[in-house]
């Protein structure tokens, strides 16, 4: 059994910075590539970061050099530092994860959800 579980989410001010994080835990062997989307009410989920086992990153243009993904192989764990944050970041922040686990079997596995409010 896989599961991933999001923290740090909140209700922040324009311009302030938030940090998220997200843990992987169960029956792993390897983990691959380690992402973050969200989804704002009435629009689709759409990819924020990604970051590869090797820390190769990409960004979606709408975060760009705002948004900074990083990950620790040794803890299992994905982070998103946020900053300059603006009222559109608002939405239900999910990370993901390809995981190959102890039986051999591969799947993309999706945490629960944290929100994230960007208001004054």
């Known amino acids: 059994q896989v599961q991933l579980v999001e923290s740090g989410g909140g209700l922040v001010q324009p311009g302030g910075s938030l940090g998220l994080s997200c843990a992987a835990s169960g029956s792993i062997k390897s983990i691959y590539g380690m992402n973050w989307y969200r989804q704002a009410p009435g629009k689709e989920r759409e990819m924020v970061a990604v970051?590869?086992?090797?820390?190769?990153?990409h960004y979606s243009d709408s975060v760009k050099g705002r948004f900074t993904i990083s990950r620790d192989n040794a803890k299992n764990t994905v982070y998103l530092q946020m900053n300059s944050l603006k009222p559109e970041d608002t939405a239900v922040y999910y990370c993901?994860?390809?995981?190959?686990?102890?039986?051999?079997?591969?799947?993309?596995?999706w945490g629960q959800g944290t929100q994230v409010t960007v208001s004054s």
């Open positions: 970051i590869d086992s090797a820390g190769t990153t």
């Open positions: 993901s994860a390809g995981i190959l686990d102890t039986n051999s079997n591969f799947a993309n596995y």
